[in-house]
């Protein structure tokens, strides 16, 4: 059963930053439109399809799969261009593992809403911008 995880990319400055994990079921998940204000904003139906609904509660055999979406909130620091990252997961027992990760680019996140379960569409143009570290210290 895993206890916890969390996400790190290595920055420019050759370092790793650890990212902020966004509870994506205790909200609501938007991904932008064809625009970049947010005019044409689409829900993504994720709750069933994040990694922390596919962990919560269950105990996972050795050797198998685990998959999920995990929404990350991406820092100020240096990140530009940040090609590795690294997953790392501890179990209830205190064992601990460390794997490469894949980091999205511009080009593959465009895929993100033909891969997610797209719902209404809503003009957010106008909604204050907060980030979610902001809200949930």
């Keep these: 059963m ?9 920055s420019g400055k050759q370092e790793w930053v650890r990212l902020v994990t966004i509870e994506a ?10 625009t970049d204000d947010m005019k044409q904003a689409c829900r993504s ?8 609904y596919a962990i919560a509660n269950k105990n996972i055999e050795p050797r198998h799969t685990v ?11 240096d990140l530009e261009g940040g090609k590795e990252a690294r997953f790392n997961v501890t179990d209830i027992l205190g064992n601990k593992a460390v794997r490469p990760s ?10 993100q809403p033909r891969l997610l379960h ?8 106008q909604a204050r911008k907060q980030f979610y570290s902001e809200t949930n210290p």
Excluded: C
């Design 67 to 77: 998959r999920g979406w995990v929404f990350v909130e991406v820092p100020e620091a």
């Design 118 to 125: 797209v719902g209404e569409t809503k003009d957010l143009s």
């Design 102 to 111: 894949k980091v999205l680019t511009e080009e593959s996140q465009s895929m």
């Design 25 to 34: 079921h205790s909200g609501e998940v938007y991904n932008r439109g064809p």
């Design 2 to 10: 895993i206890d916890s995880y969390s996400i790190e990319v290595l």
């Design 45 to 52: 139906n994720i709750e069933q399809d994040t990694f922390d």
